[in-house]
């Protein structure tokens, strides 16, 4: 409860934050049309239903649905994170937000849309197996185990997992008008993905919206607008030559597990943290799981992606393994092309985890899809520049780059969530900067 109070009381700053900057917008016009030139300048004048439109369908399941289904879907969308979709009118839903899709023709509701599950929630319920009171206890060479009911826990319909973590309790949604510049004031606060109307009735808002209706919505990411930094590189000055180091952009602070950390143990931990991937050490495992991995040596990546390319006939048999195992048979089975079993029929795809062409994905058809290429831990240094960061985060398709010194050793991490906030604080200040000259003259 306490968790969802503070995250409650972030969301009003953030609304009220938003709703100054909206003030200051209209009134300061003339103002903000001598500051369209700069980086500033490039990141107001595109809008972020630019980024949505090349989107494909949402990934989503009826609140009906099991976790399995549910789990089936991720596999098959190759998203990192489905909607949960309810009838209208049924639910309040994440966070308190009204996000419904209308019928185009009447407006009429269709469905409303309340919150977000991904894999590492899903798989969070099945090791709190460990915990039920009625768990019965098997040797496995490291001393007791529970043994999980699966069958059991991964029948319970979806919506029962809503909230669980801190990305579920909230649905985001931005006004198709809303800027990339505001658009990244909501990522850089940690915010992974929002859902955008590709229209929508509301006039005069731009940025975070709790209440939208609209027929048809798009998820935009974190990695859409790295991208879109990418494409523009040109425009954005020099910012994107600075380095790491300069712009403060990594986090010295960084949790690892060590790499014979069973995963089933891995999962807990990150759970508890709010982690949705960490870096796998070479040392010995820790007494609490996590352990701060500055100076050790980073072998690989254990994140929520790795876990959602699980498929659930094997789950079973793999979270009992060790986090290295667990990696290896994922990468063969990745390698394999397998398809998910029992997949939902008519799932859509959400986020960009693995699209390589933007077309929708029916997990029921049977259709190929183009798997990416094996995932691998991706490094930087504190002397790499922001652009060499973005380059390789778009090309690799990774939401974060561990930090390394010359032997390899940890050092720090740069995440998504600190690339667009430090090239947001550098267009602010450049803005800054131009306005300080316009008056000057």
Known sequence: MAQMRALGEELQQQEAMHGHGHERDMDGGDSNKKARAGLCGVLRERKVVELARAKRRLVEV????????????????????????????????????????????????????????????????????????????????????????????????????IGHSLEGLTLWTLHPNTSVLDCMETFSKGVHRALVPLESSAENVVAVELVESAPVYRMVTQMDVVRFLRAHGAELGGVLSRTVRDLGAASEAVLAVASRTKVIEAVRTMRAASLTAVPVVDAPVDAHILQDGRGKKVVETFSAT????????????????????????????????????????????????????????????????????PREMVTCSFESTLGEVVEKAAERHVHRLWVVDDEGMLRGVVSLTDVLRVVREAALGEDREMQHIVVLE
């Open 306 to 373: 790795d876990l959602r390319d699980c498929p659930v006939a094997q789950l079973r048999s793999w979270l009992g393994t060790t986090v290295t195992e667990f990696k290896k048979k994922v990468a063969e089975y990745r390698r394999d092309g397998s398809k998910p079993l029992d997949a939902v029929t008519g799932a859509q795809a959400t986020d960009d985890i693995g699209d390589t062409n933007n077309t929708a994905v029916d997990a029921g058809s049977g259709d190929e899809e183009k798997l990416p290429p």
């Open 62 to 161: 009826p609140y009906t649905a099991t976790l399995a289904h549910a789990a089936n879907a991720l596999l098959a969308g190759r998203v990192s994170a489905v909607t949960v979709a309810a009838p209208p009118g049924h639910w309040i839903g994440a966070g308190g937000s009204m996000i419904v899709e209308s019928d185009p023709a009447t407006g009429a509701a269709r469905k409303h849309y309340i919150g977000m599950v991904n894999m590492l929630d899903i798989l969070t319920h099945i090791a709190e197996a460990g915990h039920d009171d009625d768990a019965p206890a098997v040797e496995d060479g490291g001393g007791e185990q529970p043994v999980v009911d699966l069958d059991r826990r991964m029948s319970v319909p979806v919506s029962s997992v």
